[in-house]
């Protein structure tokens, strides 16, 4: 694998690149969202359309629910420590440690191609296709398939529009342009169905995610004149509901959307010292600043980091720094 460089590759070398290699696996980042999962599924098919090679679409993590109805999940397989790839498609993942226990294919592998939105990225790929103007990762897959003339069936169109559909809020982000609208209206000209889309991917809370979420909600603590709102989700909490870990999913932006709060912080326990932290931003405090702090990044109003500590240390040392922030 080539140094680290800060630089785009143009679309036809990917093309190029892709066109010359005949195993090929494509990998997202773990605790996978709606642009990571959408992003691998719809590349991933695109690419199996061409028999000649040998397309593996990884997942070395716990696939959301509400995303099994998507085209293509049933090609998502683990990998295996042995194997190697003549090239490597990570999406979404804006450095080797967010693929996990996946990072060793990156290192099994002869080429990688990075493609990200995140503008923490550190452009690790032999080549690199990092647009933090970009709404989403998904958005980016549908340009770069556009460009090199993959074919975009319905199936395809779906995971897409759900990777740009969840990443950007339902369109609500700052990161939607007009070139998104344009790249969703012409995911919509595939037929997708729409309400199918939305049932599953925003209305089909479980009820052991729901009682979380009322947890969740119990545990908030407001800072900083209620414009801090922070919350702490523990295992005994997650076992409590008969939960899973993805179940906390969507709560930091439910305590962000309250009236007056302009920081939402939620602390995830993974682990006894291991903390997963997400920010959520809706005025003009960069959070994404306050995730590298610890290690972490992002956008400048979605982040995250990880703490290895325990969970009630975690809170104070983020605490101060978001009070900084908002100061």
Request: charged share 30%; hydrophobic share 35%; with cysteine.
């Amino acid at each position: 694998m080539s140094q680290m460089k800060m630089k785009n590759n143009s679309f036809n070398d990917i093309k190029e690149k892709i066109n010359s290699s005949e195993k090929i696996c494509l990998i997202a980042h773990v605790n996978p969202d709606g642009d990571s999962i959408g992003s691998l599924l719809g590349l991933g098919l695109a690419l199996k359309k061409d028999k000649d090679k040998v397309v593996k679409i990884a997942l070395n993590d716990e696939l959301p629910k509400n995303f099994k109805f998507l085209p293509g999940t049933e090609y998502l397989e683990s990998t295996k420590e042995e194997e190697s790839f003549d090239l490597l498609i990570t999406l979404d993942c804006s450095d080797l440690n967010r693929l996990g226990k996946g990072k060793y294919i990156a290192n099994n592998a002869d080429y990688i191609i990075n493609i990200d939105h995140h503008i923490s990225n550190d452009y690790f790929g032999d080549m690199n296709i990092v647009f933090p103007n970009f709404s989403s990762t998904g958005e980016i897959v549908f340009t770069l398939a556009e460009a090199i003339d993959l074919d975009i069936d319905k199936n395809i169109a779906t995971c897409l529009y759900v990777a740009i559909s969840t990443d950007t809020g339902s369109f609500k982000y700052d990161s939607t342009s007009p070139d998104t609208f344009r790249v969703a209206s012409e995911l919509l000209k595939k037929e997708i169905n729409l309400n199918e889309i939305t049932r599953n991917v925003y209305q089909s809370r479980s009820l052991e995610r729901t009682n979380l979420l009322i947890k969740s909600l119990n545990s908030m603590e407001l800072y900083e004149n209620n414009r801090l709102a922070m919350a702490s989700v523990t295992r005994d909490m997650i076992d409590d509901c008969n939960a899973s870990i993805q179940d906390i999913d969507g709560t930091i932006d439910f305590i962000r959307d309250i009236d007056g709060v302009e920081v939402a912080c939620i602390l995830k326990e993974y682990g006894q010292e291991e903390i997963k932290v997400g920010f959520r931003s809706k005025s003009d405090v960069d959070v994404a600043n306050v995730a590298e702090k610890f290690g972490g990044g992002g956008h400048r109003k979605a982040s995250g980091c990880t703490i290895y500590d325990k969970i009630d240390k975690a809170r104070e040392m983020i605490l101060e720094e978001i009070k900084k922030a908002l100061r």
